[in-house]
């Protein structure tokens, strides 16, 4: 009995993971960062800071750049990402440590290869900047 009940939840969680999975997977670079790629990777809750802006701006059909101001200079930051499309997880995302601070306390970094899971197909981008008192959040849609 315990057999066939197990036999048959590992079937059941098997076909709920072919039908999660996704054709093709974004590919990110981040300019001269090293990206974790990991579905486990916990992304944080927005929490802005005091004092804190953060935007993106779009450079290229697949390319953007980050900006963050208001925070303190040389403070740690770990930026997380991942992308949605038709509603759903297009890929597992990922993270990077981006201590990019200058000594005015602005933030900047650029993320490229934000390509989409099919061609001429529009994505939202989740981007977050965790830094030392908050969790900064934006998205952009590409292209």
């Not at 804190?52 to 290229?60: D, E, G, H, M, Y």
């Not at 934000?114 to 900064?136: A, C, F, N, Y």
């Amino acid at each position: 009995m315990k057999r066939s009940l197990i036999l048959i939840i590992a079937m059941f969680c098997t076909s709920c993971l072919v039908q999660m999975s996704t054709p093709t997977e974004p590919q990110v670079e981040i300019a001269g960062m090293e990206s974790t790629e990991d579905p486990t990777i916990a992304t944080p809750d927005c929490q802005p800071g005091s004092g804190v802006t953060f935007r993106l701006q779009k450079i290229s059909d697949n390319m953007i750049e980050l900006i963050a101001t208001g925070l303190q200079p040389a403070e740690a930051t770990r930026v997380f990402y991942n992308s949605t499309y038709n509603g759903r997880n297009a890929g597992p995302g990922g993270m990077f440590d981006a201590n990019l601070v200058n000594e005015n306390g602005k933030f900047y970094s650029e993320l490229s290869r934000l390509d989409p899971v099919e061609e001429k197909v529009s994505m939202t981008w989740d981007i977050r900047l965790q830094h030392s008192h908050g969790v900064e959040c934006a998205t952009i849609i590409l292209p």
